[in-house]
Nanobody
Framework: QVQLLESGGGLVQAGGSLRLSCAASGSRFVFNALGWYRQAPGKQRELVAT???????NYADSVKGRFIISRDNARNTVYLQMNSLKPEDTAVYYC???????????WGQGTQVTVSS
């Protein structure tokens, strides 16, 4: 079955950096888009950044200029480099993968990112 496995979360001080990774496996179809979403306590899940198979990216306004999304198509892996982290970036970060031919989104289990002030 399709699995998305995140890693790289943790605790960091404000102004610090973290790099998240998500390895996708189990699909014979290509993931047309891979991305990251986050959910803070008491809030709805929100888009952080997405990247298409061709490398086009989309970022939430709140992370533009601080976060960089990238993907390694050969490894079916997506990365999120998070710089200049702020306490308001604290959330569970979820990896998302979309397969267009199946019209299906897949989700990882999430990784906690905590930014202390």
């Amino acid at each position: 079955q399709v699995q998305l496995l995140e890693s790289g979360g943790g605790l960091v001080q404000a102004g610090g950096s973290l790099r998240l990774s998500c390895a996708a496996s189990g699909s014979r179809f290509v993931f047309n888009a891979l991305g990251w979403y986050r959910q803070a306590p008491g809030k709805q899940r929100e888009l952080v950044a997405t990247i298409t198979l061709g490398g086009s990216t989309n970022y939430a306004d709140s992370v533009k200029g601080r976060f960089i999304i990238s993907r390694d198509n050969a490894r079916n892996t997506v990365y999120l480099q998070m710089n200049s982290l702020k306490p308001e970036d604290t959330a569970v970060y979820y990896c998302n993968g979309r397969i267009d031919v199946l019209n299906t989104n897949y989700w990882g289990q999430g990784t906690q990112v905590t930014v202390s002030s």
